[in-house]
């Protein structure tokens, strides 16, 4: 009997880190096309755990969001598109109706350009699917150059987009 249960639980570890599914990333650059930082995404229960490092950013807190669109065209980077949002959600985590998929709590950078992050897109995926990254459309994670309020529908005030990197698929 014991030896019926260690195997069972044998056979049940590779499963649970077999679902957990590799991991993604963005290279981030600024409007001169040069690398700020990367971006890794991994699945995680409920979502997509996102960890963002960046240097050579404008210091103080910066609205950071999964874009609808793979395309980063600087300078302004507006072919991103609108923010990631399957579930046709308003803007912001203190929006009583948001948010969207593709909000992620403010960035902070230091004095000396380099900050980092790490918080979880609720509601996307790196598999097939609903709340997928990797629709038809791609995405991208931008950074704006100001604090998203996370209230504001639909961009929550944050100002224009200083680096964009491509969610690659592999």
Known sequence: MTIRALSVSLIAIPLVVAAAGPSRKAVLKNAEGKDVGTATFTPTKGGVKVQVQVANLPPGKHGIHIHAVAKCE?????????????????????????????????????????????????????????????????????????????????????????????????
């Open 74 to 170: 600087p300078p302004e980077f507006t072919s991103a598109g609108a923010h990631f949002n399957p579930s046709a959600k308003k803007h912001g985590a203190h929006n009583p109706e948001g948010a969207h998929a593709g909000d992620l709590p403010n960035l902070t950078v230091g004095k000396n350009g380099k900050g980092k992050a790490t918080a979880t897109a609720k509601g996307a995926t790196l598999s097939e699917g609903e709340g997928s990254l990797f629709g038809p459309d791609g995405t991208a994670l931008v950074i704006h150059a100001d604090p998203d309020d996370e209230k504001t529908d639909p961009a929550g005030n944050s100002g224009a987009r200083i680096a964009c990197g491509v969610i690659e698929k592999k």
